[in-house]
């Protein structure tokens, strides 16, 4: 039996692959997709428009399950962050650093710009670290999940703002910031029980100050962490 030469192959996989491109008219764009001439459908072929794809539907189930309008895609470059506001450079996850570390900090360098070490109780996890490295700086309402409830509409400087405002932010561990993601209250909650009535508080008070959208089931989670405080601390 004679197989067909090595290059027979390689024309057929070639084929194979950019079929779908020459199924209908037009060239792809510089993202890797085009507009079909005689449908004016979009079609994506390769990347970064089959990934933009779909993350684009997966915001748009996001907001179909949160019963929200679709508010287009996050990016995270237009929530300018960690910024010297001061110029004293110190940016803002030092300056946070510095204003909860329980003990005077250290810095990587004598320009005192990047802290090394402190000590920092972690509610999240009920956790104490020393080392600066080890933690993340969270916002208790995540830069991702604003945009989605409102925050699309603001412009750069309220978006900065929120981004930086440090009664927005914790620092926490690492693997806690990563496991919260950007989820809300209904979805996540810190592992440490103990510190769900003051998340609640502080979710429902960075919502208020932003006029932030809370949705129904975000109403409710929140409405079960307050319940977990003391009387005294109901208004």
């Known amino acids: 039996m004679h197989l067909p030469p090595l ?17 209908h008219p037009g060239g792809l764009d510089q993202q890797g997709g085009h507009t079909d001439r005689r449908t004016g459908d979009y079609h994506c072929h390769r990347e970064p428009c089959l990934t933009l794809h779909r993350q684009q539907q997966q915001a748009e189930q996001d907001a179909a399950d949160a019963q929200r309008a679709f508010s287009g895609l996050y990016d995270r470059d237009r929530w300018p962050h960690w910024i010297d506001e001061d110029q004293d450079c110190q940016d803002t996850r030092a300056e946070v650093l510095i204003a909860t570390s329980q003990i005077a900090v250290t810095f990587t360098g004598p320009d005192h710009c990047t802290v090394a070490s402190g000590r ?8 104490t670290f020393t080392r600066a490295g080890d933690l993340d700086m969270d916002h208790f309402v995540p830069l991702r999940h604003a ?41 996540w909650l810190p592992d440490n029980r103990r510190y769900w009535c003051e998340y609640g508080q502080q979710w429902e008070r960075i919502k208020q100050r932003y006029q932030l959208m ?14 977990h405080c003391p009387l005294a601390a109901h208004p």
Not at 149 to 159: K, N
Not at 214 to 227: N, R
Request: include cysteine; charged fraction near 20%; aromatic fraction near 8%.
């Open 7 to 23: 290059s027979l192959w390689l024309c057929i996989a070639l084929l194979s692959a950019t079929t779908p491109v020459q199924a």
């Open 120 to 127: 920092w109780y972690d509610p999240y996890t009920n956790q």
């Open 147 to 187: 945009h989605g409830h409102g925050g699309d509409q603001w412009d750069e400087p309220l978006r900065r703002q929120f981004a930086n405002d440090a009664d927005n932010l914790i620092p926490v561990s690492a693997s806690a910031n990563r496991s919260k993601g950007a989820r809300s209250p209904d979805q």
């Open 214 to 227: 809370v949705t129904l089931q975000e109403a409710d989670a929140l409405k079960q962490l307050l319940g």
